[in-house]
């Protein structure tokens, strides 16, 4: 994949997460005037995992045809859940552990915090799945 190719698809990545992850923050803390870092961190299990899988899974399936031979839906699939429980294991206790002596958030630190994250993660994501689908493919 050529590099303005994947800065293209990491680009899309990362504006289609941030605008989901604004979404379902939206959703889960509207009119919260004091989000606890305990619903945070909560809230960041599923926010980290379905970033990463989506991150991972949606460029790829995309993507896949471009590639000879074609790698099965079911590789990246699995590859895809493997990467986001690996960013959920990574961002969580992190996140955790950075917010430790905070008593909470309010609305506009919530979405300074999970808008770049997200973006963080899709850009991680993203960039390797699609790097490493090639070189798994071509090796």
């Not at 870092?37 to 945070?40: C, H, K, T, Y």
């Not at 206790?93 to 950075?98: H, Q, T, W």
């Given at each position: 994949?050529?590099?303005?190719m994947l800065?293209?698809?990491?680009?899309?990545?990362i504006?289609?997460?941030?605008?989901?992850?604004?979404?379902?923050?939206?959703?889960a803390?509207?009119?919260?005037?004091q989000v606890s870092?305990?619903?945070?961190v909560?809230d960041?299990?599923?926010?980290?995992f379905?970033i990463?899988?989506?991150g991972?899974?949606v460029?790829?399936l995309?993507?896949r045809?471009r590639l000879?031979p074609l790698?099965?839906?079911?590789?990246?699939l699995l590859?895809?859940?493997?990467?986001?429980?690996l960013?959920?294991?990574?961002?969580v206790?992190?996140?955790?552990?950075?917010l430790?002596g905070?008593?909470g958030l309010d609305?506009a630190?919530v979405?300074?915090l999970?808008?770049?994250?997200?973006?963080?993660?899709?850009?991680g994501?993203?960039?390797?799945s699609l790097?490493d689908?090639?070189r798994?493919?071509?090796?």
């Open positions: 994949m050529s590099g303005g800065a293209r698809e990491v680009a899309v990545s504006a289609i997460n941030s605008a989901l992850n604004l979404g379902f923050t939206w959703l803390f509207h009119g919260v005037e870092v305990d619903a945070l909560i960041l299990i599923p926010t980290a379905m990463a899988l989506m991972s899974v460029p790829s995309i993507n045809r000879s790698p099965s839906v079911r590789f990246i590859r895809g859940v493997g990467l986001a429980l960013a959920a294991a990574v961002t206790p992190l996140a955790a552990l950075l430790r905070i008593s609305w630190q979405l300074y999970k808008l770049p994250l997200g973006a963080v993660i899709a850009l994501v993203t960039t390797w790097r689908l090639g798994k493919i071509h090796a």
